[in-house]
């Protein structure tokens, strides 16, 4: 995919990309593709591959979703979706929750590279962060961090009761959501719907969207490597 592709890819989502946000856009794939050489930030680095795989499939959600007041981008990585979508959203307020330090510094170049206003990155992870901003964001994001099961009771204790938690999977998302289903009651988060969407003729995505329909029990979440050993 190339840009004038991602534009009006964009464009037939909702979005329509001014020249300053697609620049941008291009100044992120520069940095991607530098930082790339010196650690491992993504398998996909080419120009094309980055639009479609990376920027492209993190706005898939916005089809279905209103990103408005404050998100939290839980395993953010390399930014997505979080950063794709603060440049799409400039008024949206982003915290970019990420573990890894040397993933935290390249994120900030990033945002100081393309002066993005209200996004801040947080070296935590996210099960600690519950602890400092439980139920903080209106919208939680997270994309194909792990489990779903698993990925619900990190992120559910985050989201604002009548807020949401937008799970960004692959083709196994229905099974995973079968299998989360109590886990969702447990945490306070109603299934709302799952939507698939085709990437390119080869890939398929599903955007798992959760709504928080009442507090999570303060016991949620527990210690990763429990959650690890037993999923709700």
């Known amino acids: 995919m190339k840009e004038t592709e991602f534009k009006e890819k964009a464009l037939a989502l909702g979005l329509e990309l001014n020249e300053t946000q697609l620049k941008q856009y291009r100044d992120y794939i520069a940095l991607l593709k530098l930082w790339n050489q010196k650690m491992n930030l993504t398998a996909i680095d080419d120009e094309k591959g980055i639009y479609l795989k990376h920027f492209y499939d993190s706005l898939l959600s916005i089809k279905y979703v209103k990103y408005e007041g404050t998100l939290a981008d839980v395993g953010s990585g390399a930014g997505f979706p979080g950063l794709v979508l603060k440049i799409a959203y400039p008024e949206l307020k982003v915290d970019l929750i990420e573990p890894i330090k040397k993933r935290c510094t390249f994120l900030k170049v990033v945002i100081e590279t393309l002066d993005l206003k209200d996004v801040e990155v947080i070296n935590e992870r996210s099960e600690d962060l519950a602890k400092m ?17 698993v990925l619900s ?80």
């Open 133 to 149: 901003k439980r139920e903080k964001y209106d919208i939680v994001t997270a994309r194909a961090v792990a489990d779903l099961s």
């Open 153 to 232: 009771e990190l992120c559910a204790p985050l989201v604002k009761v009548k807020g949401l938690f937008i799970a960004l999977k692959g083709q196994k998302a229905k099974e995973e959501t079968k299998q989360a289903l109590e886990a969702f009651k447990k945490l306070g988060l109603s299934l709302d719907a799952i939507e698939e969407i085709d990437l390119d003729k080869e890939n398929k995505r599903s955007i798992v969207i959760l709504k928080k329909v009442g507090k999570c029990p303060k016991k949620y979440p527990r210690p990763y490597a429990e959650i690890k050993r037993k999923a709700l």
